[in-house]
């Protein structure tokens, strides 16, 4: 069935490092994908999308690069930094889900730990 | 800049006893949501409202109950709370055009131990 899964659950990096958290899905029907970050004790927090029409997308010092042809996503945080530390979390829609659309799926989630 | 709030934070019940977790958002959003999330585990959805007076049921509705009678407010009953209940619960709420409706904004969550 539908999933959405993460390759590594837990991520350890180096203050000022680079990032990069994966994640695997296996609908090819998904259009829509979103990185979500919660901190300890708080509710997700939106960090950046992508449409199924786009191969990379750009933020504020994240970046999201989809591979259609195996189905992966990820996550890319450029000089990470202590603040960054959290679960991140990569979800998916369906289209054509009618009433549904806009129903997220949700992986298991990775969890990264920032070394000062 | 209220967003989405979720009260209690906190609440133990024993078997058997119903409660209502309450949601209320101040953003005018069309679509309302409910998630819980498990140790080591996504949020999975429980149920969801596109607007008043509609709702229908998630991933894992079994339990629950839900109603929206305002755009505001959107709770989440638990008729006869049970051990497996105990979880982390979310709500969250979106406009509900297309593309906006994938970014939800969510509250702070409210903890739940079923004894």
């Given at each position: 069935g539908e999933s959405v899964g993460l390759h590594l659950p837990t991520l350890s990096v180096q203050e000022g490092d680079n990032s990069i958290i994966n994640c695997a899905y296996s609908n090819s029907a998904s259009d829509y994908f979103i990185w979500y970050k919660q901190e300890s004790g708080k509710g997700p927090q939106f960090i950046i999308d992508i449409r199924s029409n786009m191969d990379k997308r750009q933020g504020q010092r994240v970046t999201v690069l989809l591979n259609k042809t195996v189905k992966h996503l990820s996550l890319q945080i450029a000089a990470t930094q202590p603040g960054d530390s959290a679960v991140y979390f990569c979800a998916?829609?369906?289209?054509?889900?009618?009433?549904?659309?806009?129903?997220?799926?949700?992986?298991?989630?990775?969890?990264?730990?920032?070394?000062? | 800049n209220a967003g989405v709030t979720q009260t209690p934070k906190f609440q133990v019940l024993k078997t058997g006893q119903s409660m209502t977790l309450q949601c209320a958002q101040d953003m005018n959003h069309e679509y309302m949501s409910w998630y819980r999330q498990d140790p080591g585990m996504g949020l999975r959805l429980i149920h969801y409202s596109v607007g008043a007076g509609i709702t229908d049921q998630g991933e894992v509705p079994n339990g629950?109950?839900?109603?929206?009678?305002?755009?505001?407010?959107?709770?989440?009953?638990?008729?006869?709370a049970a051990p497996s209940q105990t979880s982390v619960y979310f709500c969250a709420?979106?406009?509900?055009?297309?593309?906006?409706?994938?970014?939800?904004?969510?509250?702070?969550?409210?903890?739940l131990s079923v004894l």
């Open positions: 998916e829609t369906l289209s054509g889900s009618g009433g549904s659309q806009g129903n997220l799926i949700f992986g298991k989630g990775t969890k990264l730990s920032v070394k000062p | 629950y109950n839900v109603s929206r009678s305002t755009t505001e407010d959107f709770p989440l009953r638990l008729l006869s709420s979106s406009y509900s055009e297309r593309w906006a409706k994938n970014i939800q904004y969510f509250g702070a969550g409210t903890r």
